[in-house]
């Protein structure tokens, strides 16, 4: 089993709401970081990126650490590599600024990685991947194709600010991809309206389902999460709540974690009821554990899930599909 993950890597100078200043790897190294530590000893991860020069050694050092990843599809670029500052006014609210944005990955780097069995596209900065890309991607291979909305929605000034500028033609990239992810305020961008009840986000996910995917899911922080997956008969969905594991001490990097966790056991499990919820039990382990990686608590999260969510598995062991939404 292969997973290639298609982002960036950056450098993160953070600052906690406890007035903490940490720097460290960000960006898809919290997604190879989350990976290894749940892939069984089958798995390989490899992880697409251009890199800047002035820290390319030093990120094939920090993402070779990580067990059963493989370094070879990290293009060094002539540039400094993408600095990124996060700015936490609560546990999970933030500013970002990001400097020295990458050029968007090359057609050629994107085939030459097409020989494996789930892609993760992750839109650090969001301008990783262009249309014609992923189009041309998703004609090159039958692997599954997992997106994280996250900054494709953003745009960033000279100084690094963010503005938000939307998601335009998102029906298009979402009918080249199979599965898709997004938070809260990416859901409310890409439909251009503000959704305040489970209810809302269920019918948001359903919208996206429409699109041609397989399954989409909204992430809502302490709430959760909400699933909406196509069946033979229509779209179903349900919402899960968020996995309470212990104190909460860092957010950083739970949608990356998420993602890396539906993926994983969306291939084992081939359901989006039970992947989305084991998304939630790493996405949880993430909040309790400090720094990246670490996640070994979330390893077997499949077999956790009768455990941390009785209630849902009772329905879903049942027989129940998720409710009919459409």
């Known amino acids: 089993m292969t997973i290639a993950i298609l982002g960036t890597v950056v450098y993160d100078e953070i600052f906690t709401y406890r007035g903490v200043r940490n720097e460290s790897y960000g960006g898809i190294t919290y997604n190879v970081a989350a990976l290894s530590s749940l892939v069984d000893e089958s798995a390989m991860i490899c992880p697409v990126a251009n890199i800047g020069e002035d820290r390319a050694n030093e990120i094939c050092s920090v993402l070779g650490g990580y067990k059963q990843t493989d370094c070879g599809h990290l293009a060094v670029i002539d540039q400094p590599n993408t600095n990124v500052k996060l700015v936490y006014s609560s546990i999970s609210e933030r500013s970002e600024a990001i400097w020295h944005i990458p050029p968007a990955l090359t057609k050629k780097t994107l085939t030459d990685a097409v020989g494996v069995d789930a892609i993760l596209i992750n839109f650090i900065t969001g301008q990783e991947l262009t249309l014609d890309a992923l189009v041309e991607l998703r004609s090159s291979t039958s692997a599954l194709i997992h997106m994280d ?107 990356d974690s998420f993602s890396a966790g539906f993926v994983w056991n969306f291939l084992s499990s081939g359901d989006p009821l039970l992947a989305n919820a084991a998304a939630n039990i790493v996405g949880g382990v993430n909040c309790i554990t400090p720094g990246i990686g670490g996640l070994t608590q979330a390893k077997g999260a499949l077999d956790q899930l009768p455990k941390i969510f009785p209630e849902l598995m009772d329905r879903i062991d049942g027989g129940w599909p998720g409710a009919r939404l459409d």
């Open 149 to 255: 909305v996250h900054n494709r929605i953003s745009s960033w000034g000279d100084d690094g600010g963010r503005t938000i500028t939307g998601f335009g033609g998102w029906e298009e990239w979402l009918a080249h991809v199979d599965t898709v992810q997004m938070n809260k305020m990416e859901s409310e961008v890409l439909l251009k309206e503000e959704i305040t009840e489970i209810d809302g986000f269920l019918d948001a996910a359903k919208r996206f389902v429409e699109a041609g995917l397989k399954a989409a899911m909204v992430t809502l922080g302490p709430l959760g999460s909400v699933v909406a997956y196509r069946a033979d008969d229509g779209v179903y969905g349900c919402h899960c709540p968020a996995a309470v594991l212990g104190d909460v001490i860092d957010t950083t990097g739970c949608g």
